[in-house]
């Protein structure tokens, strides 16, 4: 048992007559467990067993002080307890529920969750600024990590891969902020993002044809517009006997195939030192004699070493970038190169995009928060000192209707991708929806 013998020092006192005393109470009850317990013996317990052994102490306590709190009262301050104990305390109820995509922490008394696209205030709270501190530093020490006034931003991941961003004062004026990024357990597939509306079936299928044909694709798009989500869907393509590297700044990608080797980024310690980059590990990539490539977001320099790799045989590679349509795509991809200070002309930089890059696909959120994908590019070459791209598929809008949901259709441009013939050598045919006219 994690009981230690003792009084009842730190037991609870007043009864709740507000929120205000509830949270105390609350805060009480966290202190007189902790009081209680046998720290020494946690790492000993399973999780189940921790739980049931915190429920059976709080029980003890409030029935020790005799609280009028009503059974739905008393079951409520248990479980709050638990998670300030074991988990991310008040956050815990909405980490705990799968519509919930983002959680926005501004302040102690201001949360946000995005849910199905659109934002929503919460009832959710913090007691204040030093109570989130609590919760921020144990997200943030769980990986290794610090945050003070010294190192006052921080990117980090829990445990279900969810990525969090917190930064305190003095860089933050009104007190800590706090970010996360939610990611399911079960990533949606390409069969959920048909149901979803967010591509057709035929598309779906020439995707499919094209990560099996080895064709080197980008995906673009803003913040929030599913790129993540759609890498994680045309991954699943790629075959299982392939080996796979992915290399991603937070480990976000759930891959399925067996023989996948996760790399990540490493932050500058406190002095400065043992940065590990994304140029870093791409060049170490090669290295590892991987059949496939999958660069979770170009960011920086290491998008001169992909396209390098993609020139030189590792053909079939995916990654995405921050960018509104797919010309700017390109273009973000040359201001990378340029970054990494090699003195390359600009025609010798389209050059290397234009040879590597075969599909750019360009996704974005809309106006009533759904995603989808709304062009598909295909790049051709150079014309002189353009990359020349000619558009395949398109998603075409037409309004909102009075739901304030936006009315539009997937329509092909009636181009023939000039990547037909390589799917036709690897025995595969394009849906006739390609091929017609809109």
Request: charged share 30%; net charge negative.
């Amino acid at each position: 048992m994690l009981s230690r013998s003792g009084g009842n020092s730190g037991g609870v006192e007043e009864p709740p007559s507000s929120q205000q005393s509830f949270q105390e109470m609350k805060q009480r009850l966290h202190r007189a467990i902790i009081n209680r317990m046998d720290l020494s013996k946690l790492g000993q317990l399973e999780p189940e067993q921790l739980h049931s052994e915190v429920a059976r102490l709080a029980e003890g306590l409030l029935a020790a002080e005799n609280a009028p709190l009503s059974t739905v009262e008393r079951d409520r301050l248990v479980e709050e307890v638990r998670h300030e104990l074991f988990g991310l305390g008040p956050l815990e109820p909405l980490l705990a529920d799968p519509t919930v995509s983002d959680i926005l922490v501004n302040a102690p008394n201001n949360i946000y969750i995005e849910r199905r696209g659109k934002l929503e205030r919460t009832g959710v709270e913090f007691k204040d600024d030093e109570h989130l501190m609590r919760v921020i530093e144990r997200i943030v020490s769980s990986v290794g990590r610090r945050i003070d006034e010294s190192s006052p931003m921080v990117d980090a991941r829990l445990k279900d891969g969810s990525r969090v961003n917190a930064i305190i004062p003095p860089l933050a004026l009104d007190g800590p902020v706090l970010s996360i990024r939610r990611f399911g357990a079960d990533p949606l597939r390409i069969d959920k993002l048909i149901e979803l509306e967010a591509i057709t079936k035929d598309i779906a299928d020439m995707f499919q044809m094209c990560v099996h044909a080895r064709l080197n694709v980008l995906i673009s798009g803003g913040t929030g517009a599913g790129k993540t989500t759609l890498l994680n869907a045309l991954s699943a393509y790629i075959p299982a006997e392939q080996r796979i590297v992915t290399i991603e700044d937070s480990a976000e990608l759930q891959l399925q195939q067996p023989h996948v080797v996760r790399l990540e980024t490493r932050p500058p310690n406190i002095e400065g030192r043992g940065e590990v980059t994304q140029r870093d590990l791409v060049k170490n990539a090669l290295r590892m004699r991987p059949d496939r490539i999958v660069i979770g977001e170009v960011r920086g320099g290491e998008a001169i070493d992909m396209l390098q790799a993609m020139n030189t045989g590792h053909d079939g590679s995916l990654t995405t970038v921050h960018a509104n349509t797919p010309r700017d795509a390109l273009v973000r991809l040359e201001t990378m190169i340029q970054m990494t200070g090699m003195r390359l002309s600009d025609r010798a930089m389209r050059q290397q995009i234009a040879s590597a890059l075969d599909l750019v696909i360009q996704a974005a959120r809309l106006s009533d928060g759904t995603r989808r994908v709304t062009s598909i590019s295909e790049i051709t070459g150079m014309e002189g000192e353009t990359i020349t791209m000619q558009e395949i598929f398109q998603f075409e809008r037409k309004g909102v209707d009075k739901d304030g949901k936006v009315i539009g259709r997937f329509r092909p441009t009636g181009v023939r991708p000039r990547f037909a013939e390589r799917l036709k050598q690897y025995g595969m045919t394009l849906p006739r929806v390609f091929f017609e006219e809109s």
